[in-house]
């Protein structure tokens, strides 16, 4: 029997929802202000998975055309109903959206099912009747509220509401932050799963009732217990084609984000129970180890390393900010040119960038080397390798009037909870003669990350010390690749990086 090790991906995959057709399991997950937004992962074993498109390419409102880090895309559900894949977003800011394709590989469209301020985490549901509802839950930042649930008709198509919300959950006591709630109906009852308590300390939580509008019973049926699994937090039932049940949830690890897990999930005395008991309070715990769902299929993997030779721009990356065509050019030259652009509204800090191009770190330790030419054209154009979070660093190849230079800048971010304020310097610094250069950046297990640079991708000279891993806002730490115009002069410079390459580096004694 083969087995399986959680998390099943060490990636900041948040608020995972999952769904079957056929043989073949779809996720998707929230990306915040990153862009494009809300990854869609297939998979044939629940295990390994690979990136195969985005929901949403944009968001239609001009804030997104700069990074609103905390805003955006939310936990979305995904369902598949009548040859068309369904796909819930939440903007906390702006209302409840929905994308729709009939072709999960193709393009998807994006229409407002209800402008509101502080709804997320909806799921839709269609009954037995053929009436529609959407269930969804409430973001404290935006409304005051984090403990309820709401119930509400919508139309079929998903176009509009039918009806006045409805609470059907107040958490106040039992499950306070209450939220991700999604909606099945199974053996003549509707159930609710969503987690409570917390995201770092909270528990995953079941509602259960023969209506739909309730009255609904509680109860606990998952919890960190005597493991090192805390949370565990909100996620997705899906079914296999043998009738096993799984449940596929998120870990909190702070610095690199949310990881996913998958529980092996049954019923018992009409209840869902999820993982195994390990401890004798009849709650279960989240597993190290299970047999694989299935045996013999693809085992894919989600893309890192890039040498950029595609007519489009890997699906492992994302902006922080809607992507704009100036951005970036893939044709008539090695690799990709990140044009060495101003900051249109601001100072020109990594934390304000727009077209920062970044990448979710899919490991605990690794090693990232990019080789990149610096066409400068105005003092202050830079090509550069980074870590963004609410502490950030960076190394980058800058035109200075003297001649070129490399130059590690460090960043902090205040006010995090919301779009955050940056300040940022130049740490250290020193001449180069020539306009390419190799970077590396290692991330290590004892959550820091340290620079180095090579004038031919053999003898590297380290620069800088230790930087400490730090979060983003609602995200882990993203990998970048930029370049800008620090002086926020108009330029038409730009760094060409060739390739990166990234290599797993979490089995290595120095990644301790």
Request: charged share 20%; proline share 7%.
């Amino acid at each position: 029997m083969t087995m399986y090790q959680n998390p099943i991906l060490y990636a900041d995959y948040s608020d995972p929802d999952v769904i079957r057709v056929g043989d073949d399991y779809y996720m998707v997950s929230s990306s915040f202000a990153y862009l494009p937004g809300i990854p869609l992962l297939h998979s044939r074993d629940l295990v390994h998975w690979e990136i195969i498109n985005h929901c949403v390419p944009s968001l239609p409102f001009e804030k997104y055309n700069n990074p609103s880090h905390g805003s955006g895309t939310w936990a979305p559900a995904i369902r598949y109903r009548n040859g068309m894949f369904y796909v819930f977003v939440p903007l906390a800011d702006e209302g409840i959206f929905v994308a729709r394709s009939a072709d999960p590989y193709g393009e998807f469209t994006l229409n407002c099912l209800h402008e509101a301020k502080g709804w997320i985490d909806p799921c839709p549901f269609w009954d037995d009747d053929g009436k529609a509802y959407m269930v969804f839950a409430y973001a404290r930042s935006r409304s005051g509220i984090k403990h309820r649930l709401d119930l509400v008709e919508i139309d079929p198509d998903c176009r509009k509401l039918v009806g006045e919300p409805v609470t059907i959950f107040d958490g106040e006591q039992l499950g306070p932050t209450t939220e991700g709630p999604k909606l099945y109906k199974h053996q003549g009852f509707y159930y609710i799963l969503m987690p409570s308590g917390g995201v770092y300390p909270g528990w995953q939580s079941a509602l259960r009732s023969e209506s739909v509008t309730g009255p609904y019973e509680y109860k606990i049926i998952m919890h960190q217990g005597n493991t090192d699994i805390n949370g565990p937090h909100q996620g997705g039932w899906v079914t296999g084609p043998d009738g096993r049940h799984w449940f596929i949830h998120f870990q909190d690890v702070i610095e690199l984000g949310r990881i996913v897990h998958l529980q092996p999930m049954c019923f018992h005395a009409g209840w869902p129970f999820i993982g195994s008991e390990q401890n004798g309070d009849g709650i279960g715990e989240p597993v190290k180890e299970w047999s694989l769902p299935v045996e013999g299929q693809p085992q894919y993997r989600i893309a890192q390393s890039d040498d950029f030779s595609g007519s489009s721009l890997g699906l492992q990356w994302q902006w922080q900010a809607n992507p704009r065509a100036s951005f970036f050019s893939l044709s008539g030259h090695p690799g990709i040119r990140l044009f060495c652009l101003a900051n249109p509204v601001r100072e020109n800090l990594l934390w304000y960038a727009p077209n920062a191009m970044t990448q979710i770190p899919q490991h605990q330790a690794l090693s990232a080397v990019t080789k990149v030419r610096l066409q400068g054209d105005k003092a202050g154009d830079m090509a550069a390798i980074g870590m963004i979070g609410h502490f950030y660093a960076y190394l980058g190849l800058v035109k200075a009037e003297a001649g070129n230079e490399l130059v590690l800048f460090s960043g902090t971010v205040t006010e995090k909870e919301f779009e955050g304020e940056a300040e940022e310097q130049p740490f250290a610094s020193v001449p180069y003669d020539g306009d390419t250069v190799y970077f590396r950046l290692e991330l290590f297990k004892n959550k820091t990350y340290r620079f180095a640079w090579s004038p031919d991708g053999i003898r590297y000279t380290s620069i800088g010390g230790a930087n400490p891993l730090a979060r983003a806002t609602w995200t882990g730490a993203k990998l970048c690749l930029w370049s800008a115009n620090k002086r926020n002069f108009i330029s038409e410079g730009y760094g060409e990086y060739e390739f990166i390459h990234i290599e797993d580096r979490s089995g290595c004694e120095e990644g301790l």
